[in-house]
T-cell receptor
Framework: QQQVKQSPQSLIVQKGGISIINCAYE??????FPWYQQFPGKGPALLIA?????SEKKEGRFTISFNKSAKQFSLHIMDSQPGDSATYFC????????????FGSGTRLLVRP | ETGVTQTPRHLVMGMTNKKSLKCEQH?????MYWYKQSAKKPLELMFV???????ENNSVPSRFSPECPNSSHLFLHLHTLQPEDSALYLC???????????FGEGSWLTVV
């Protein structure tokens, strides 16, 4: 019940295309859903996060869509750029114990020029 | 420039060696973490320190020994490791009650 399942494992997108990464969780007590971005040789960094009281959050080209009833959330990268090539991790936790972030297995995104 | 600094960035050690990884955070946070990142388990929480007290130990073998002397520093002492312990070890910090965890760039460990 603590798992966060992420797919796909890897993704190749042409420049200008839309990248979509999906995650599913089991614990209905989770109420904080961040996405982290990791470039090679760097640690993960927070990209965008959502709470379940909204169904969508957009920051620039990055959008999180959240489906509470299906216990799923996804990251959409519009107009994907080669500089977006990185590994993306979804995560989930309870707000009152946010240090117990449960991470997905990661998606390696390659955006071709 | 990252607010969480880890040293060394790369470490090669034999199975009988004793070494330590060091982490320092410059963000004024009061919680610190050790994560292990490998191909098999991409981001695996090992230890959590809150206000310098260990609050989480995720069934980590005793050959890994954490130490948090103050809220800005965190160590991971390593001894008699196994080759399967080779991985990227990430230190992180956050503010208690906050949601964002800030990671360092990691220490690449190879056990030979």
């Amino acid at each position: 019940q603590q798992q966060v399942k992420q797919s796909p494992q890897s993704l190749i997108v042409q420049k200008g295309g839309i990248s979509i990464i999906n995650c599913a969780y089991e614990n209905t007590a989770f109420d904080y859903f961040p996405w982290y971005q990791q470039f090679p040789g760097k640690g993960p960094a927070l990209l965008i996060a959502i709470r379940p009281d909204v169904s969508e959050k957009k920051e620039g080209r990055f959008t999180i869509s959240f489906n509470k009833s299906a216990k799923q959330f996804s990251l959409h990268i519009m107009d994907s750029q080669p500089g977006d090539s990185a590994t993306y991790f979804c995560a989930a936790s309870r707000m009152d114990s946010s240090y117990k972030l449960i991470f997905g297995s990661g998606t390696r995104l390659l955006v071709r020029p | 420039e990252t607010g969480v600094t880890q040293t060394p960035r790369h470490l090669v050690m034999g199975m009988t060696n004793k070494k330590s990884l060091k982490c320092e955070q410059h963000l004024g946070h009061n919680a610190m973490y050790w994560y292990k990142q490998s191909a098999k388990k991409p981001l695996e929480l090992m230890f959590v320190y809150s206000l310098e007290e260990r609050v989480e130990n995720n069934s980590v073998p005793s050959r890994f020994s954490p130490e948090c002397p103050n809220s800005s520093h965190l160590f991971l002492h390593l001894h008699t490791l196994q080759p399967e312990d080779s991985a990227l070890y990430l230190c992180a910090s956050s503010q208690l009650g906050g949601n964002t965890i800030y990671f360092g760039e990691g220490s690449w460990l190879t056990v030979v």
